[in-house]
C-alpha cells in the first residue's frame, strides 16, 4: 500500500465515523442529579455511618485533626456496602508515584468463605492501609533495587470513588505513598505536608490581625487544562506521536494557527460530543467542570474547573487526564497531552489559578474594592511577592521536563524567567507603599461601549498579561508553566512551602512589636510591608515577558534565567531549597535529592527515546519514500534523455542533495547517542547541548524532503490532515 493510500483509508475512516454507543440523553439524567453520584460523599457518609463515626471523620477532614483509626472497621464496612451495591468487585489505592502518572493495583472483595463459596470482605485495615510492590517505582537512590516494600496510606481529605468499565465497576481510595522507612515516593505526601506548614505560618499572621477560625488555611487551586485532539487513524499511522507524544517530524501546514480564527470558535460536532461525555463522566465523580472551548492552535481544546482545595483539585486534575484520555477513544481519537505536540502552533499547558484560604475566610488574596486600605490582603500579597523573588529558580524547577522545554518562552508560554505581574491598580499602591506614603488606589470605573442596545460594563481597574508567568488576576495568582501532562502537585508544594517562609518572617517581624495599640500595628505593618517592597519589588514586571528587552533588565535585576531541564533541577538540591524544605518539614534533602535525579532520569530517558525514534523513522520510513521519489525522478529524467532531451532534473538533485545530508546527521545522531560517561546531571546536559541539536538537524531535512516529495509516496500523516481533519 501506498502512503496516500494509507492516509487515504484515514481520512475515509474519518469521514465515515460513527459514535460506538447511543448519545447521552442530559433530558432523562440531568447533571445535577449525577454528581457526585461515584462519591463517597459528605452525604452519603451521613447517611451510612454512625454519628459518633461521621462527627469523628469530619472532624478530620474538615479541621485536620487525627484521625482516630479505630474507626477504620465501620467506614470501611460502610464503604464497601455502598460500592458493592453500585456494582463494585474490587477495590484500589489509588497513588501518584513520581512519574507522574496515576498507579493503582486492584484487589477483589471477594475471599473464599471455606464453604465452597464466597464472601465480600473489606476491613479498616485494608482501607488504611496498601502495600503494592514498590520496585519498580523510581526512588532516586532512596532505595536499593532490592528494597520492594512501600505502603500506601488513606487520604482521608480526598473522597473515595467509583470507577465504571464496561465490565464491571471498582472503588478507587486516594493514598499517599511512602517507603518502608516513611520517605516519600510520591507527589501527593509532599503536598499534604505543605498544607500542613501553610496552615501554620497562615494562622499566626491572621492571629495578629484578630482573625481566627477553626479551618484550616490551605491552598485553593483551579487548573486549566489545555490539550489536543488527533484522530486515532493518524496517531497509528505516526511512531512519533504514538510513543513520544509528539511529532518528531512535520512539514508547517499552510495555514496554521495565524487566522487566529480556532480561539473560542465553533467547537467541531464530534469534538464537542466528547466534551460532553468527559464532563458526564466527570460530574459522575464530583469533578466541579465548568468551562470548555477551542483554543488557540486548530486542534487544541480546553476544560477548566471551579477553585476547588489544593490537595482535592490535584487528584481531580489526575482523574481529568485520565477521563479525557479513556473517552477520546469511544470517539475514535487520541487526547495528546504533551505540551508540544505539533512544531510551529502553540503547546498546551495547564494554567494554576492558585489562592489562600477557607470556607470561613474567603479567599486571603481578595483585595477587595479598596485595596489600598486593606492590610491583610496587603500584607498576604506582598508575602507571595517575597516568596516569589527569594525562590522564583525553585518554583521554575518545579515545571521542569524534556516536554515543557519546547513550550516555555513561546508565544503561548511565559519565559523561564519568574516574574510577577499586578496589573496597574497594584502595582501603583505598592509603589506607593515603597515610597512611605499610601494616598489611595485606582477604581473600577464603567465602560460605555457606545451601542445603544448594549448595558453599560463594569470595568477592572487593569488588564491581564498574558506573557507573566505569576500573574494577579483579581483574586489569585496564576501560575503559567505547568505542562499539560504534569501533576499540579509540585508547584502547589513549592507555592506552599514558599509562602510558608514568607509569612513566617512576616509573623516574626510583627511579633517583635509586642503588645501595641491598632494605631502602632497598623504603622508596624506599613514599615514591614515598604522594606518588603524595597527588597523584593525587582521581581515585579507588567510588561511583555517575551520582549529582549525584559531578558536584559531581568539579567540586571538578578532574575535567574533556566531556560533548560538540566539547568532548572539542580535548584532542587541547592542549599537555600534544602533549607527551606527541611525548615518546614515538607521534603528531607534525601528526598529532594531523589527527585532531582528521578527527574534528570526521566528527561535523559524522553530524548533518548525521542532521538532512537527519529533515526528509525528516518531510516524505515523517510528515507524509502524519498528515494522510491528519486527513483521515479532518474526514470523520468534517463526517459527524456532516451528520446534526445538535454533535460536537467533540478528537483532529482534537489532531493539528492537532502537525502544525502540527512543521511549524515542520522549518522552523527548516531554517533551521538552511543555516548555514556558522567552522572546523570552531565548526561542531561548531554542530551540537551548534544542530542536535541543533532535531532533538528534530522528534522530539518526530513521536513524540507516532506515539501518537495510526490504526496502520494509520502507515508506519514501530514500536519495539515492532523490538525484540520476532526
Known amino acids: ?36 453520584s461515584n462519591v463517597f460523599s459528605d452525604k452519603v457518609m451521613k447517611e451510612r455511618l454512625p454519628k459518633h463515626v461521621y462527627k469523628s471523620l469530619r472532624n478530620t477532614i474538615t479541621l485536620g485533626e487525627k484521625l482516630d483509626a479505630s474507626l477504620a472497621d465501620v467506614v470501611a464496612n460502610a464503604m464497601k456496602d455502598w460500592a ?13 508515584p513520581l512519574t507522574g502518572l496515576t498507579a493503582e493495583k486492584h484487589d477483589a472483595f471477594l475471599v473464599p468463605d471455606g464453604d465452597g463459596g464466597a464472601m465480600a470482605e473489606f476491613s479498616g485495615k485494608m482501607l488504611i492501609q496498601g502495600e503494592p510492590d514498590a520496585s519498580s517505582f523510581p526512588s532516586g537512590g532512596l532505595r536499593v533495587t532490592f528494597e520492594a516494600r512501600g505502603y500506601t496510606a488513606w487520604d482521608v481529605t480526598s473522597p473515595a470513588y467509583l470507577l465504571e468499565n464496561p ?5 478507587c481510595i486516594p493514598t499517599a505513598f511512602v517507603s518502608w522507612t516513611g520517605e516519600a515516593l510520591d507527589k501527593k505526601t509532599p503536598l499534604l505536608r505543605s498544607l500542613q506548614a501553610l496552615n501554620k505560618q497562615a494562622k499566626r499572621v491572621l492571629g495578629l490581625f484578630g482573625v481566627t477560625t477553626k479551618l484550616p488555611v490551605g491552598s485553593y487551586a483551579g487548573p486549566e487544562q489545555e490539550y489536543f485532539l488527533v484522530d486515532r487513524n493518524f496517531v497509528f499511522s505516526r511512531p512519533d506521536l504514538l510513543i513520544a507524544g509528539r511529532t518528531l517530524f ?18 467541531p460536532r464530534r469534538v464537542l460530543s466528547f466534551m460532553m461525555e468527559v464532563e458526564h463522566e466527570l460530574f459522575k465523580l464530583g469533578v466541579p467542570v465548568k468551562t470548555r472551548h477551542n483554543e488557540v492552535a486548530p486542534g487544541q481544546f480546553e476544560i477548566a474547573p471551579i477553585y476547588e482545595s489544593g490537595n482535592l483539585a490535584t487528584d481531580h486534575n489526575q482523574l481529568v487526564m485520565t477521563t479525557l484520555r479513556t473517552v477520546a477513544k469511544r470517539y475514535g481519537m487520541i487526547c495528546l497531552l504533551h505540551e508540544k505536540p505539533f512544531a510551529g502552533i502553540n503547546g498546551s499547558g495547564k494554567h494554576l489559578n ?16 479598596t485595596p489600598h486600605s486593606n ?3 496587603l500584607v498576604f500579597c506582598a508575602a507571595a511577592i517575597r516568596a516569589l523573588h527569594k525562590h522564583g529558580a525553585l518554583l521554575r524547577a518545579t515545571v521542569a521536563s524534556a516536554s515543557n522545554d519546547h513550550r516555555l518562552g513561546a508565544n503561548e508560554a511565559p519565559p523561564a524567567i519568574m ?6 491598580q497594584l502595582t501603583d499602591v505598592f509603589e506607593q507603599i515603597k515610597k512611605g506614603e499610601v494616598k489611595g488606589s485606582k477604581t473600577k470605573g464603567i465602560m460605555n461601549i457606545g451601542v445603544d442596545t448594549l448595558p453599560p460594563l463594569p470595568m477592572d481597574p487593569g488588564d491581564r498579561n498574558r506573557t507573566s508567568p505569576f500573574a494577579f488576576t483579581g483574586n489569585r495568582f496564576e501560575f503559567r508553566a505547568v505542562g499539560s501532562s504534569h501533576s499540579i502537585a509540585g508547584a502547589q508544594v513549592a507555592l506552599n512551602t514558599m509562602m510558608a517562609e514568607s509569612l513566617d518572617y512576616v509573623a516574626t517581624e510583627l511579633e517583635k512589636l509586642g503588645k501595641v495599640n491598632k494605631t502602632q500595628f497598623n504603622q508596624g505593618v506599613q514599615k514591614l510591608l515598604q522594606k518588603i517592597m524595597q527588597e523584593h519589588d525587582a521581581v515585579i514586571f507588567n510588561g511583555d515577558g517575551y520582549s529582549e528587552a525584559w531578558h536584559k533588565e531581568a539579567a540586571k535585576r538578578g532574575l535567574p534565567n533556566l531556560k533548560s531541564t538540566p539547568e532548572a533541577l539542580p535548584v532542587l538540591t541547592s542549599k537555600d531549597a534544602v533549607a527551606l524544605f527541611t525548615k518546614y518539614g515538607v521534603l528531607s534533602e534525601a528526598e529532594l535529592k531523589s527527585r532531582q535525579e528521578i527527574y534528570l532520569e526521566q528527561y535523559v530517558k524522553t530524548v533518548t527515546t525521542e532521538a532512537n525514534l527519529v533515526i528509525r523513522m528516518s531510516r524505515t520510513v523517510i528515507f524509502p519514500a524519498a528515494m522510491r521519489y528519486q527513483g521515479q525522478l532518474a526514470e523520468t529524467c534517463a526517459s527524456m534523455k532516451a528520446i534526445g532531451h538535454d533535460f536537467k532534473m533540478v528537483t532529482l538533485d534537489d532531493v539528492t542533495a537532502k537525502l544525502r545530508a540527512m543521511q549524515t546527521e542520522v549518522d552523527k545522531l548516531e554517533k551521538l547517542l552511543a555516548h555514556e560517561g558522567g552522572d546523570t546531571l552531565k548526561h542531561a546536559t548531554y542530551m540537551c547541548e548534544k542530542v536535541l541539536p543533532a535531532m533538528l538537524a534530522v528534522r530539518g531535512y526530513a521536513d524540507a524532503l516532506e515539501s518537495v516529495v510526490a504526496d502520494d509516496l509520502w507515508p506519514l500523516p501530514s500536519y495539515q490532515e492532523m490538525l484540520f481533519i476532526r
Open 1 to 36: 500500500m501506498s502512503g496516500i493510500e494509507a492516509r487515504l483509508n484515514a481520512i475515509s475512516a474519518i469521514i465515515n465515523y460513527q459514535p460506538s454507543h447511543a448519545p447521552l440523553n442530559f433530558s432523562e439524567t440531568k447533571p445535577t442529579d449525577i454528581f457526585g
Open 84 to 96: 458493592i451495591e453500585k456494582g463494585a468487585t474490587h477495590f484500589s489505592h489509588v497513588f501518584y
Open 167 to 171: 465490565n464491571g465497576t471498582f472503588l
Open 250 to 267: 512535520g512539514a508547517p501546514s499552510a495555514k496554521g494557527q495565524e487566522f487566529e480564527d480556532q480561539y473560542f470558535g465553533v467547537i
Open 354 to 369: 492558585y489562592s489562600l484560604g477557607n470556607a470561613e475566610l474567603g479567599g486571603l488574596f481578595d483585595p477587595g474594592d
Open 375 to 377: 492590610a491583610q490582603f
Open 419 to 424: 516574574s510577577a505581574y499586578l496589573g496597574e
